[in-house]
């Protein structure tokens, strides 16, 4: 397949273009080779390239400053996608979006499977909600919400935040009541090509590591994978000053994922195999 990766130099980007290009003809455009809120120059760029698939892959995900900058977080995260979204149609090529839990309210007590409505609380969701609308304007098209990134070649996520802070024997400090459900980009991009190469049924999936926990249990079980004393300091949303509000409860159900042929390691496998890398 000829795969077109938008978003190429980003966390996930990076992972998908590499790990594709291992069995397909990869074409990635850095945000320094295609501005993605330029409609002509994707059409242009994206159909010259004649891809069978496009791998967006491209996010403002500035949570906070997307409450004062709504119109850069919708022409990235919604208008972008409805621009490869009209390039994917005059290619006849399918078209994969990534999402984020953030469509949710995050007032549910269990896994939010992909039936549940979206309720966004935040600029940032709603462009994200905008964005998977146009990514389903694509007659084969797949949405993957994913949750917390870790991994990737430069570490900068909220799991190395912790990594790092117990590496130094600081304090980290860890919501105890936000559940979520991690996702690593490298079992990200390979259920991704998973889901491509076995010709799965277009339409919606959460594409997050199975299990969820708090991020003082994610904390707790960092320490433990690397031998460090658990330096914890919990502290609760509601405590934390932040311009947008976070979903308190986003664990994500994968169920879907895995009647579909695609089975996700647990979030503790996950972790375990990226800290064993990182150290």
Known sequence: MRVVVTGAAGQLGQVIATQFAA???????????????????VLRTVTAARPDVIVNCSAYNAVDQAEDDASTALAVNAFAVRSLARAANESAAILV?????FVFDGTATHPYVEEDLPAPRSVYGQSKLLGEL???DVPRHFVLRVESLFGGPRPKSSVDRIVDALASDREARVFTDRVVSPSFVDDVATATEAMLSAHAAPG???CVNSGSGTWYELGAHIAEVMHRA?????VRVADVPMRAP???YCALSNAKLAAAGVTMPTWQ?????????RQ
């Open 246 to 248: 976070r979903p308190q």
């Open 23 to 41: 069995n397909h003809d990869v074409v990635a455009l850095a945000r320094a080779d295609l501005d993605l809120t330029n409609h002509e120059a």
């Open 97 to 101: 979006h990534y999402s984020t839990d």
């Open 134 to 136: 146009f990514a389903r």
């Open 269 to 277: 496998d996950a972790l375990s195999r990226y800290i064993a890398r």
């Open 204 to 206: 919606l999936y959460h």
């Open 230 to 234: 658990p330096h914890l300091v919990g």
